[in-house]
């Protein structure tokens, strides 16, 4: 299996060349030259496979450089019920009739990514050793993605982490998961500033090409194929527990922000995964909702961009959404480059009038808006009709989902956060607080470790060089 550019550069890639870098040479994100196609008789084949050995029944259609065996252990060791908290690691769970909750959020830091992140954490491990490298990740977050790549990441060989976050702005619940590392590869730096200020800092440091270099600098950020392609699994995962047979349809609706986990549906369903609608659910930062219902996407400013009760939600554009415009375009490179590189650049939109109606005939997608008295309401709601807390992502994911229920076709509701992570929403829908796993009892009182630095490129950088010894 051999990887291309969305925007049309003539290479192609085999997967470990291309899992530890970030954008194509030519701004463009990678994908599979095509789709390895899944037929009735391989899903009978993996309906009832442990969900390790159908992660490696997957991520082997995609990656051919890596043996069988490695690849088979390294999804044994990352998809445990010790790291997952059971054993079917993504459990579906009944509401009402027709619609379910798949769990992805039992995993160390209570978000979906870690679905991803965890494979990741020992894919980098494995291959570094293999190149005898290292390899030194710097990244901002605001939340969930700087949390899920510390525990990824924590204790592996040949990787450091050096996490930037706004210092005082994370939940302290987020704060304290963080916080509380105390693995010596792993470095938090708290910034005086705000979430836009450590992506400049990231961005700063990325385009000093020498000191990339020297350092090693690296990512982990939401365009990586291998993080998209992990994701896949839990698809086929949730249709296998929502169906007796091969013949039945279901539908997924999705929280999305930077539309990497929807992304990963669309992929399942191009390989052949039963899948009848694509429910793409955003808070009200609307800009893919827009997308699916008009033809134009627009990205937005800073100020046009609302900070919301679904944080994690709270994107100006999608980071992974060219992926899905290159497959919508029937793969003209071409034309997606000029749309992202040329037209979007300078007018900060395009519109796809012509294309836009095959978004839902031929790919399946829908979408939907939830705004925070929805998220309020939807939380009361399941909390008092079901007894299930949910949390203020997958609220809008839910919400939307029942705007697109069809009879006769279970819809699946990707559960993307566990509510602790975001408590203050909770208090004020049930007004008590929200259930906390054993495991974190008390975090918010342990040790922290974390170094407190200005809005400066160039102390980061010094920091990082301290510590690259
Ligand atoms: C990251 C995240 C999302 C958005 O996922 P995308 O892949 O960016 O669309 C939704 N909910 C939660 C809780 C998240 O952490």
């Known amino acids: 299996m051999l990887y291309l550019s969305t925007r049309g550069h003539p290479d192609r890639k085999h997967f470990c060349e291309i899992l530890l870098e970030g954008l194509a040479p030519d701004g463009g994100l990678y994908l599979p030259e095509r789709y390895p196609q899944v037929d009735a008789t391989t899903l009978a084949k993996w309906r009832g496979l442990p969900y390790a050995d159908l992660a490696f029944e997957v991520l082997s259609l995609y990656i051919d450089d890596i043996p069988a065996d490695d690849l088979r252990a ?16 993504v459990p ?31 894919l980098f491990e494995y291959e570094l050793a293999r190149r005898g490298e290292e390899l030194n990740i710097l990244g901002a977050t605001s939340g969930d993605t700087g949390s899920a790549a510390e525990y990824a990441m924590r204790g592996k060989k040949g990787v450091r982490v050096f996490m930037t976050s706004p210092e005082g702005r994370m939940s302290p619940f987020q704060q304290a998961q963080m916080f509380s590392l105390q693995d010596a590869n792993i470095h938090n730096l708290a910034i005086e500033g705000v979430f836009d200020d450590c992506q400049d800092i990231v961005k700063a440091v990325s385009n000093d090409l020498a000191f990339k270099r020297k350092y090693r600098i690296g990512t982990v950020n939401s365009i990586n194929w291998a993080r998209l392609v992990a994701q896949v699994v839990y698809y086929f995962a949730g ?85 899905f415009v290159f497959d919508l375009l029937e793969r003209d490179g071409a034309r997606l480059r000029y749309l992202f590189a040329e037209e979007l650049a300078a007018k900060g939109q395009f519109t796809l009038s012509g294309d836009i109606a095959r978004a839902r005939t031929q790919y399946g997608f829908v979408s939907g808006r939830s705004t925070h008295a929805d998220r309020v309401s939807t939380i009361r709601d399941t909390w008092q009709r079901f007894g299930t807390m949910i949390d203020t992502h997958t609220a809008d994911g839910l919400k939307v989902a029942r705007e697109r229920l069809q009879p006769g076709v279970p819809m699946i509701v990707l559960e993307t956060a566990l509510p602790i992570k975001f408590a203050a929403t909770i208090v004020e829908a049930l007004g008590r607080e929200p259930e906390r796993p054993a495991k974190f009892a008390g975090i918010e009182d342990l040790p922290k470790r974390v170094t407190l630095l200005p809005a400066d490129a160039a102390q980061v950088k010094q920091f990082i060089a301290a510590h690259c010894a």
């Open 239 to 323: 249709y296998f527990q929502a169906t007796k047979g091969n013949d039945e349809r279901v539908s997924f609706a999705v929280p999305s922000g930077n539309f990497g986990n929807i992304c990963a549906g669309h992929v399942a369903r191009m390989m052949g995964l039963p899948i009848a609608q694509l429910v793409l659910a955003t808070n009200e930062n609307d800009v893919l909702d827009e997308f699916f219902r008009t033809g134009v996407y627009r990205v937005r400013g800073s100020r046009d961009t609302y900070e919301t009760s679904s944080p994690s939600m709270d994107i100006s554009k999608a980071s992974n959404f060219e992926r």
């Open 92 to 122: 579906l769970r009944k509401l009402e009739e027709g619609v379910y909750l798949e769990a992805l959020s039992n995993g160390p830091t209570l978000a979906f990514k870690d679905m991803a992140m965890q494979l990741l954490g020992n």
């Open 74 to 89: 390294i999804c044994r060791k990352t998809y445990t019920p010790e790291v997952f908290g059971s054993r079917e690691i």
